[in-house]
């Protein structure tokens, strides 16, 4: 899964893609590199970043949607909101990705339900606004693994068929170092669920701590080493803004455990 970041203030690439044109020449250059799918988002969830109107979201994803689906890539919306979920669904996206799980609008389950959309929902603790200050867990996989099992429980009771959903342990929303580490050491256990994980560790900030320091440019490797290491435990969707590198690595991973 390919990143597509429509957006001023993203954390790693914001403001690099703000014009249409130019994120839909990234998207069909993450495609060319072997993005099987397209995740466009018009809102960044960093900690602390700017709310973003339903009017805003939609100018900045909805052409991107439209041009990218016209090209025949899957495409699926990051968002939390109904409005830019069914403008999208109807340009042509085929799955939602929300970071709040049908929180913030849990008529968007009903939505995915009626048209027969996938969706990634994923675990944060609380809202992106407060999420780093101070999280704590007693057991964090266990309580993110009923949290998704709740999540996927809420989803089919508002009709969405259980083949449709994807589950997301939110590496970094709510998260210390030492969670994010627990959760991919322990990603099998997330796996167990029974639906498909997607893990988003890219260019993330634990990555660069882990690695005296590093920014966002000088993450890769560690990116590599967790997406890797994710594959092994069972994960099969991987969210990666370098999809031609960390894709090498996965084949290679492959190529070794088949043996
Ligand atoms: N991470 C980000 C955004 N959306 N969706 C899923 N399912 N899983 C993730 O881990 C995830 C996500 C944050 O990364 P990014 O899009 O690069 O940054 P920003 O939110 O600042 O735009």
């Not at 250059?29 to 018009?42: F, H, P, T």
Request: with cysteine.
């Amino acid at each position: 899964m390919g990143i597509v970041n429509v957006t001023p203030d993203s954390f790693s690439d914001g403001g690099l893609f703000l014009e249409a044109d130019a994120a839909v020449e990234h998207g069909t250059a993450l495609a060319e590199e072997g993005a099987a799918i397209l995740d466009v988002g018009g809102e960044s969830t960093r900690p602390g970043a700017a709310p973003v109107s339903v009017e805003e979201e939609l100018r900045r994803v909805l052409p991107v949607v439209e041009s990218l689906a016209e090209l025949e890539h899957r495409v699926s919306i990051d968002t939390t909101k109904l409005a830019v979920a069914r403008a999208a669904l109807d340009a042509g996206a085929t799955i939602v990705n929300d970071v709040s799980a049908f929180r913030f609008d849990p008529d968007l389950a009903g939505l995915v339900a009626q048209l027969e959309a996938h969706c990634v929902l994923m675990h944060m603790l609380g809202e992106p606004r407060t999420m780093q200050k101070d999280p704590r867990y007693e057991d964090v996989v266990s309580e993110v693994k009923a949290f998704l099992e709740e999540r996927l429980a809420f989803a089919t009771s508002e009709g969405v068929s259980e083949e449709r959903v994807w589950l997301d342990p939110g590496i970094g929303f709510g998260k210390t170092v030492e969670h994010n580490l627990e959760l991919l050491r322990r990603l099998d256990e997330i796996v167990a669920i029974g639906r498909p994980v997607v893990v988003g560790t890219s260019r993330k900030a634990f990555l660069g701590r882990l690695a005296g320091g590093k920014p966002e440019s000088e993450r890769l490797p560690g990116t590599i080493a967790t997406n890797v290491m994710a594959f092994e435990r069972g994960a099969s969707i991987f969210r990666v803004h370098d999809v031609g590198p960390v894709l090498d690595a996965l084949n290679v991973a492959a190529a070794t455990f088949d043996q």
